[in-house]
């Protein structure tokens, strides 16, 4: 597992969740009840998921704590590279944990 793919069940949840408070296909079609609750019960399966990736992210090197930090916490990165310390920029944390897989 990767960050984007973090980001990609995050914005999936996101549109699922619209698209249920919408409770509209196009303007003037309108979702049943059944398409309802099975995107409602998609969006708990992927809640889940994310939630068990970000469990399973090792928190005993440097890109494993900067990645919690940024999915619990929701830091920016550059709050995440001034707790680090070091010379690590915003840049390069974001990068960093970008490439990162675990």
């Known amino acids: 597992m990767t960050y984007r793919e973090i980001k990609k069940i995050e ?3 996101i549109r699922l969740s619209a698209e249920v408070a ?3 296909k196009s303007a003037s079609e309108f979702f049943t009840a059944e398409e309802i609750i099975q995107k409602e019960i998609l969006i708990k399966e992927l809640k889940e998921k994310r939630a068990f990736e970000i469990r399973r992210i090792p928190l005993d ?3 494993g704590r900067c990645l919690h930090m940024k999915l619990t916490r929701k830091l920016t990165w550059q709050q995440i590279a ?4 070091g010379s690590n920029t915003k840049d390069g944390v974001r990068m ?5 897989k675990w």
């Open 22 to 24: 919408c409770g509209k």
């Open 61 to 63: 090197c440097i890109e």
């Open 82 to 85: 001034f707790r680090i310390g």
């Open 96 to 100: 960093m944990c970008k490439r990162f």
């Open 11 to 13: 914005e999936s949840i």
